[in-house]
Each structure stands twice: as C-alpha cells, then as structure tokens.
C-alpha cells in the first residue's frame, strides 16, 4: 500500500507556480464559483489519478458534489467535466498539451481549457483534437455551457 507522500510524488511534472499563476488560478475559481457553483463543483489543485497516469489540473470542474467533511480524499477517482491549465512560466507548452492529451482526455474529461497569461489568451481543447481559441470576448466552453469574459478573466 502506497502511503499519502509516495502517493504525491507521483506528481512530478507538475509545475511550479508564480504569482501571476495564483493570482490568475485565484480569480478563475472565484469568477467560476460566482456564478456556477449550483450546478458545478469547482476545484483547485485537486490530485486526480485517472487510468491514464496521475495529474493535478489548476483547476477541475465537475458535477455539482457535496463536501462531506468527515471523510476526505487525498486523490480522487472521479472524472472532471473540464480541467483548467494555466501555462507557467518555466513550463513548455508541448509539456502541457502533452499531458492533457495523455492523460486528460483518454481519462475521460471532455474539454481542457489551456490558459497563456503572457498573451492573455484562452483555449478551449477537445478530445477529438479541435480547439477555440479566444483572445477576446466571451470565452465559451460547447461541453460545460460555462462563459466567461475574457476581460473578467486577465482583470488586473
């Protein structure tokens, strides 16, 4: 049986952060929780271990749960409806897309939002390979219905 620190070293290519990275991670999960949170559960920094390999997305969004707060779990099973990823500074976009094609998709997730905060920049990836890319208006994921103005997004 693994214990809880073998079981976070399973991690490593996950990222480090920066604080343009928080700072964005943080204002994401409160535009999404403002106005989503009835019909999803919106999740930062959730340690998932899908069939298809161990992943921390920034950012998970699944079906509306309850927190049941005398019994937590370290990594969960379930499968988000959508991750968000946001590029960090000393990560590879190959890297990134990488890891959402491998281990994202064939998990079961249904759209990845990638984030580019130096270009302000946000793309909506689907399993079949398409993309929406957004840099302006309103973002607007076809899986979750979720929409967001991309000027909320990157308010300074």
Excluded: C
């Excluded at 480090?16 to 403002?34: C, D, G, R, T, V």
């Excluded at 993309?131 to 308010?155: H, R, Y």
């Amino acid at each position: 049986m693994e214990t809880v620190i073998e079981q976070l070293t399973d991690f490593d290519d996950e990222k480090m952060s920066s604080y343009n990275h928080s700072e964005l991670q943080s204002h994401l999960a409160f535009l999404l929780k403002l106005s989503y949170r009835t019909q999803y559960s919106i999740l930062t920094e959730l340690d998932f271990d899908f069939a298809s390999g161990k992943t921390r997305p920034d950012l998970a969004i699944l079906p509306k749960r309850k927190a049941d707060w005398l019994a937590d779990e370290i990594v969960v099973q379930d499968i988000p409806l959508t991750t968000i990823e946001i590029l960090s500074p000393e990560q590879s976009l190959n890297s990134l897309t990488d890891r959402i094609y491998k281990k994202h998709f064939p998990a079961g997730v249904k759209s990845v939002w990638l984030v580019v905060p130096t270009v302000q920049t946000v793309s909506i990836l689907l399993p079949d390979r398409r993309q929406v890319n957004f840099a302006e208006g309103v973002v607007a994921d076809p899986v979750t219905g979720i929409q967001l103005k991309l000027s909320e997004i990157f308010e300074g």
